[in-house]
């Protein structure tokens, strides 16, 4: 059958006007599509971000403070029952004198009771009584103006086996944060055995055990309490001081801490480490 002009004229009409509403409908979505995705693209406002940005380096500066101090705790528990092998003080002193330093671990079953006491009464009368810091001793050395030390063994301990010598405000703050959790974790005991075999004792001479035979030669487990009493009284100042050669002062001051060794065992001021 043979269309006519009018009908091919109407069914182009409803082509063209369903051609115009599809693509009226194609437009609109692109509209609506392109309207979410600038949207999506708006910039925060700047106080938002300056928020966002201050919140993830405050996770970070926490993720990394946790970090550290778990760091630290691990490494001090560690020395609850290992032991100290050279601590960094003797690391530097043999890149400086060029040799290894003399140094041998012995247990405090093996130390002679009167060197304990001799180091205790020189260093750190009230060892047993404090919880890493005298204050007795610390006001002392602030009336004094600072010309006396207020350092405890505990102390020593931690600036020696963990950290590094010489004057830091940042080793100060490491120091006073660490001996506190020493006192906590570590016994009394132990503290002073670690102590005993890390002090130096002349130029080189690391431990009790290479002490004595370096100056006397006996065992730690021989030492007499003058021998143990010159060994501590040169701690101070260990190479300015001889135990072997004591001058004036050194015997002065080996008499002293012979009387105080003696005066802490009667008074129960060695109770923490000595039965």
Same mark, same amino acid.
């Given at each position: 059958? @043979?269309?006519?002009?009018?009908?091919? &004229?109407?069914?182009?009409?409803?082509?063209?006007?369903?051609?115009?509403?599809?693509? %009226?409908?194609? /437009?609109?979505?692109?509209? /609506?599509?392109?309207?979410? #995705?600038?949207?999506?693209?708006?910039?925060?406002?700047?106080?938002?971000?300056?928020? *966002?940005?201050?919140?993830?380096?405050?996770?970070?500066?926490?993720?990394?403070?946790?970090?550290?101090?778990?760091?630290?705790?691990?490494?001090?528990? &560690?020395?609850?029952?290992? +032991?100290?092998?050279? /601590?960094?003080?003797?690391?530097? =002193?043999?890149?400086?004198?060029?040799?290894?330093?003399?140094?041998?671990?012995?247990?405090? =079953?093996?130390?002679?009771?009167?060197?304990?006491?001799?180091?205790?009464?020189?260093?750190?009368?009230?060892?047993?009584?404090?919880?890493?810091?005298? %204050?007795?001793? @610390?006001? *002392?050395? $602030?009336?004094?103006?600072?010309? !006396?030390?207020?350092? #405890?063994?505990?102390?020593?301990?931690?600036? +020696? $086996?963990?950290?590094?010598?010489? !004057?830091?405000?940042?080793?100060?703050?490491?120091?006073? *944060? %660490?001996?506190?959790? $020493?006192?906590?974790?570590?016994?009394?005991?132990?503290?002073?055995?670690?102590?005993? +075999?890390?002090?130096?004792?002349?130029?080189?001479?690391?431990?009790?055990?290479?002490?004595?035979?370096?100056?006397?030669?006996?065992?730690?487990?021989?030492?007499?309490?003058?021998?143990?009493? !010159? &060994?501590?009284?040169? &701690?101070?100042?260990?190479?300015?001081?001889? *135990?072997?050669?004591?001058? +004036?002062?050194?015997?002065?001051?080996?008499?002293?801490?012979?009387?105080?060794?003696?005066?802490?065992?009667?008074?129960?001021?060695?109770?923490?480490?000595?039965?």
């Amino acid at each position: 059958m @043979i269309k006519t002009p009018e009908v091919l &004229l109407r069914a182009f009409c409803i082509c063209s006007a369903r051609d115009k509403q599809f693509l %009226m409908a194609r /437009t609109a979505k692109k509209t /609506t599509t392109a309207k979410k #995705t600038s949207k999506s693209k708006v910039k925060r406002p700047l106080a938002a971000r300056i928020t *966002a940005g201050r919140m993830f380096v405050r996770r970070w500066a926490v993720r990394v403070t946790l970090l550290i101090v778990a760091a630290m705790l691990s490494w001090i528990c &560690l020395y609850v029952w290992a +032991n100290p092998n050279k /601590t960094p003080y003797m690391r530097s =002193e043999e890149l400086r004198i060029g040799a290894e330093v003399d140094h041998e671990w012995v247990d405090i =079953e093996d130390i002679a009771s009167v060197m304990a006491r001799s180091v205790v009464a020189a260093e750190d009368a009230n060892y047993c009584q404090h919880w890493g810091f005298d %204050m007795t001793a @610390i006001r *002392a050395a $602030v009336d004094s103006g600072g010309t !006396r030390g207020a350092s #405890t063994l505990s102390q020593q301990v931690v600036k +020696n $086996v963990y950290l590094w010598h010489g !004057r830091s405000y940042v080793r100060k703050a490491l120091e006073a *944060a %660490m001996t506190p959790i $020493v006192e906590l974790i570590w016994t009394k005991e132990r503290i002073l055995e670690v102590y005993l +075999n890390i002090a130096e004792f002349d130029d080189g001479v690391f431990g009790v055990e290479a002490a004595s035979r370096h100056y006397f030669g006996v065992g730690p487990e021989n030492l007499s309490a003058t021998q143990a009493a !010159r &060994l501590a009284a040169i &701690l101070p100042s260990p190479k300015k001081r001889s *135990a072997s050669r004591p001058s +004036n002062y050194v015997r002065k001051r080996t008499r002293q801490i012979i009387d105080g060794a003696a005066t802490i065992r009667r008074d129960g001021r060695a109770a923490c480490f000595q039965d």
